[in-house]
């Protein structure tokens, strides 16, 4: 079954470092996600990307935070300069629509600020 | 009000028994309902799309109740492997892609 892939498994970085986390997409989805969540908590949205822009994001998502697709499998998410309280699991979904469309899960990436 | 609302648990139970975990959102605008289970430190995977007439797969039936608002997950004959934590999940009508979570119930099966 095709599924969605992230990368790296783990991110430790200091306070203040910019940080890349990768994902690759189902390959014929169309609409792309990224989540975080932060430990004990709920899963939160943090934006949608389709068409090559941004369609839908959070208060969270804000300038410290930009996505981009790179090529044709590639979707990653940014954050300029971290902070403590970016410490949470992110996880990346793609979806073939929007709408009633289920979205399915990368397994994760874990980032630790220190 | 929280936008998905659901009761933590967690929610004990022995190999064999009935279990069913309910779920209220407040936007009534609201136009797709999921149910996805998470296990510890993974990802959420999708159980199933709950629909207006409920739906049913394999020992797990879903309701949904415009009306009053809410979702329920029946799952039967529970087994161990069922133990995870429970999502409500929802999407929006004006949001046609954002997918709001509740915080999850968690359902621990027991021998």
């Known amino acids: 079954e095709p599924e969605v892939t992230q990368t790296p498994s783990h991110q430790v970085t200091q306070m203040g470092q910019e940080v890349i986390l990768r994902c690759v997409p189902i390959?014929?989805?169309?609409?792309f996600y990224w989540y975080r969540q932060i430990l004990g908590q709920k899963v939160e949205f943090l934006v949608s990307?389709?068409?090559?822009?941004?369609?839908?994001k959070s208060e969270i998502f804000d300038d410290q935070f930009s996505v981009e697709r790179p090529d044709g499998s590639n979707f990653t998410l940014k954050i300029r300069s971290t902070k403590l309280e970016d410490s949470a699991m992110y996880f990346c979904?793609?979806?073939?629509?929007?709408?009633?469309?289920?979205?399915?899960f990368g397994d994760g990436t874990r980032l630790s600020i220190l | 009000r929280k936008e998905v609302e659901q009761d933590p648990g967690p929610f004990n139970v022995p190999e064999g028994a009935t279990v069913a975990f309910n779920c209220t959102y407040s936007?009534?605008?609201?136009?797709?309902f999921f149910w996805y289970r998470q296990d510890c430190r993974k990802e959420p995977k999708l159980l199933m799309s709950?629909?207006?007439s409920g739906n049913e797969d394999g020992r797990f039936t879903a309701q949904l109740n415009r009306a009053s608002q809410y979702i329920s997950l029946l799952i039967r004959d529970s087994k161990l492997s069922d133990s995870a934590t429970y999502l409500c999940?929802?999407?929006?009508?004006?949001?046609?892609?954002?997918?709001?979570f509740g915080t999850g119930t968690r359902l621990q099966v027991t021998l």
């Open positions: 979904a793609s979806s073939e629509r929007a709408g009633s469309q289920p979205q399915h």
């Open positions: 390959s014929n989805h169309l609409y």
């Open positions: 709950v629909y207006s």
């Open positions: 990307f389709y068409n090559n822009e941004i369609s839908e």
């Open positions: 936007n009534s605008a609201s136009q797709s």
């Open positions: 999940v929802v999407i929006s009508t004006g949001t046609a892609s954002k997918l709001t």
